[in-house]
Structures are given as C-alpha cells and as structure tokens.
C-alpha cells in the first residue's frame, strides 16, 4: 500500500522559513516523478514545485527564487525548502506521486501538511 506522510509545516512570520518533507512507502519511489501542491482556503490545488525520477525540478512562478525541491531516492524522501515565505503561502501543502507506466496512471496524495504565514 502506497504511503505518503508529509511533516515540517507550522507556523512562521513573513519572511521566514520552513522545509517540509514527505517520506513514501510501498512504491518503487525513484521511477516516481513527485511534487509538492497546495490547497489555499477557498481556492483550488495548484502545483508548487515537481521533480523528476531523473532529479530534474520546475517550480510555479510564484516559486521560483524562493523556494527549492529536491528528492533522496535513498530515504525516498522529498523536500521542500521554503525561504522568505509571504502570507500569500499559508496553504495545505500536499505530496504527490505520479507516473505513467504501460498506459496505467499511478496518482498517489499525502494527507498534507499546513503552513500558516503570518505575524
């Protein structure tokens, strides 16, 4: 049964940072191409940041500069380091793992995990 267990959110002020992780279980977590997605209060999920099985990341425009994801095949962990966080941020932050194999979807959520940014 595929696991993922995300932790690291909190609360932080403005400007701060956090690093959240998600740990997988009961996948062959490098063939994964995995991501990191968050759900705002009212709004839809929308990605944040993905990495490839190769280790190739890409990240939202409202990402990129601030925030950086990266993957330990080993701990099959992945990782997302979040600098100067902005209240605009406060989320629930969710693991994802996704790939395509023989015409078959494999799409598998964590529970996720909240960041609230705020003074």
């Known amino acids: 049964q595929v696991q993922l267990v995300e932790s690291g959110g909190g609360l932080v002020q403005p400007g701060g940072s956090l690093r959240l992780s998600c740990v997988a279980s009961?996948?062959?977590?490098?063939?994964?191409?995995m991501g990191w997605y968050r759900q705002a209060p009212g709004k839809q999920r929308e990605p944040v940041a993905v990495i490839t099985s190769g280790g190739s990341a890409n990240y939202a425009d409202s990402a990129k500069g601030r925030f950086s994801m990266s993957r330990d095949n080993v701990e099959r962990t992945i990782y997302l380091q979040m600098n100067t966080l902005k209240p605009e941020d406060t989320a629930d932050y969710y693991c994802?793992?996704?790939?395509?194999?023989?015409?078959?979807?494999?799409?598998?959520w964590g529970r996720g995990t909240q960041v609230t940014v705020s003074s």
């Open positions: 009961g996948m062959l977590f490098s063939t994964y191409d």
């Open positions: 994802n793992a996704y790939k395509m194999q023989f015409g078959i979807r494999h799409d598998y």
